[in-house]
């Protein structure tokens, strides 16, 4: 079952001593699959990918196509992950590196770059190994 805040659920917001403030919430959009990958529609890396939505996808007209689309198709997708251990373990793998970069778009760049020397450095060795063998 996913935890946090589900649609139409109420939620108490805050109390300090016999002041309490209570809102009703009703999400009526939510990241489905994060939601269920993560367990919580309150998770930070949930946070990072509706930040997303809202200040990149939603700025365009694909962003909003996308969007709609994703909204009409994941949650029987969602509901099959949230209720598979094993899977939500494999849409966490595979979105933790996507709300990295996202998060850290500076940070990525640089790990990209060191990745892309290291493999070119790497590929260039075992070229030129291979190159001095056949001339022996």
């Not at 699959?33 to 990072?48: E, K, N, P, R, W």
């Not at 990149?56 to 949650?75: D, H, I, Q």
């Not at 850290?104 to 770059?113: C, D, K, N, R, T």
Request: charged residues 20%.
């Amino acid at each position: 079952m996913i935890k946090g805040i589900a649609k139409g659920e109420s939620v108490i917001t805050a109390t300090y001593g016999e002041l309490s403030v209570s809102a009703d919430v009703e999400v009526i959009e939510g990241c489905f699959i994060a939601t269920a990958a993560y367990g919580s529609y309150l998770d930070a890396h949930v946070q990072v990918l509706r930040d997303f939505r809202d200040d990149v996808l939603l700025e365009t007209s694909w962003g909003k196509a996308f969007v709609a689309w994703y909204y009409r198709n994941s949650p029987p997708i969602a509901a099959l992950i949230a209720e598979n251990e094993p899977l939500r373990l494999a849409v966490r793998a595979v979105l933790t590196p996507v709300v990295f970069v996202i998060k850290y778009p500076i940070s990525s760049s640089v790990i990209l770059l060191l990745v892309m020397i290291l493999i070119s450095f790497i590929m260039r060795r075992k070229i030129n190994n291979n190159y001095s063998q056949h001339i022996r």
